[in-house]
C-alpha cells in the first residue's frame, strides 16, 4: 500500500534583522521632536502670561495706589510684606504692560463744570477715524470710544450751560461734515468717579480741532469763554 507523499515545508526565510537607526536619523528625529516641544509649551505659557488677570498682590497694590497715589514705596511694602525694591519693580511692571498709568485726575464738581453725553452716528468708517484724529486731543473731552456699528460716544465738560450749549449746537463734535446723526443727555452731578482725566492747557495757542474761538459770535457775546487750549480763553480751566 503506496504512503500518500508528504507536503514540503514552504522555504524558511531568515529571520528579519532589527532595522537600526544611524546615528544621523536619531540627531535629526530626537532633536526635532524636543524643539517642537519646547516651542509648544512656550506658546502655552506665553499665551497664559497674556490673557493672565491680576494677581493678588498686584490686586492690594493697585488698590493702595488708587486710596493714596502718593503712598511711599517703603509704606507700600509694609502694607503687602514686601521690601521697597520688590514694590517698585511692581509697579514698573504694571506700567510696562500698561495696566496703570500715574497721573493727576481733576475732580470736576469742584470747579463748577458741567457734563455731556453725546452720541455720534458717523456717515462711514473714513468719517469715524477722521472724527477720532479731530477731537482725541480736545481739552473739553473726557471720554471717547467706538461703539459697534460705526456709533462713537463722547463725553465733553463745560464750564457753565452757556459753554455746554455752545458745544452741542455750534462747535465742537456734533458739526462734524461726518456725523449723520446725534444725540445728547446733559447729565447731572457725577456720582463715580469722583475725578476724571480732564486735561489742562497752560500755553495756550489754539484749539486742536481747527475752530476760531475768537472770532465766533457766542465768543463775542461773552456766552461762551472759548476752547481752554485757545489764546483767548477765559475760563475757570
Not at 500698561?98 to 458741567?114: D, E, K, Y
Request: hydrophobic share 40%; charged share 25%; with cysteine.
Amino acid at each position: 500500500m503506496t504512503q500518500p507523499p508528504v507536503p514540503k515545508r514552504p522555504p524558511t526565510m531568515p529571520p528579519a534583522r532589527p532595522v537600526r537607526r544611524s546615528a544621523i536619523s536619531r540627531s535629526i528625529i530626537l532633536p526635532t521632536v524636543k524643539i517642537h516641544s519646547v516651542i509648544f509649551i512656550n506658546i502655552l505659557v506665553t499665551n497664559c502670561n497674556m490673557i493672565r488677570g491680576l494677581g493678588e498682590r498686584e490686586k492690594r497694590l493697585i488698590r493702595l495706589l488708587q486710596a493714596d497715589g502718593r503712598a511711599s514705596l517703603s509704606n507700600l511694602g509694609r502694607a503687602l510684606g514686601v521690601s521697597h525694591v520688590a514694590v517698585r519693580n511692581r509697579i514698573q511692571s504694571l506700567r510696562r504692560r500698561g495696566l496703570i498709568r500715574i497721573s493727576a485726575w481733576i475732580n470736576p464738581s469742584q470747579l463748577g463744570l458741567r457734563h455731556v453725553i453725546i452720541s455720534i452716528e458717523c456717515v462711514n468708517r473714513e468719517a469715524e477715524e477722521r472724527i477720532i484724529r479731530r477731537f482725541r486731543d480736545c481739552p473739553r473731552l473726557i471720554f471717547l470710544s467706538r461703539n459697534i456699528g460705526g456709533n462713537l460716544l463722547a463725553i465733553m465738560v463745560a464750564e457753565d450751560m452757556g459753554a455746554l450749549e455752545a458745544i452741542t449746537s455750534e462747535c465742537a463734535i456734533r458739526t462734524d461734515e461726518g456725523v449723520r446723526r446725534s444725540d445728547v443727555v446733559v447729565g447731572g452731578a457725577i456720582v463715580y468717579p469722583e475725578h476724571v482725566p480732564l486735561r489742562v492747557h497752560v500755553e495756550r495757542s489754539s484749539p486742536p480741532c481747527g475752530i476760531d474761538c475768537c472770532s465766533c459770535r457766542r465768543y463775542g457775546e461773552g456766552s461762551c469763554p472759548g476752547c481752554p487750549a485757545s489764546a483767548c480763553y477765559r475760563g475757570a480751566l
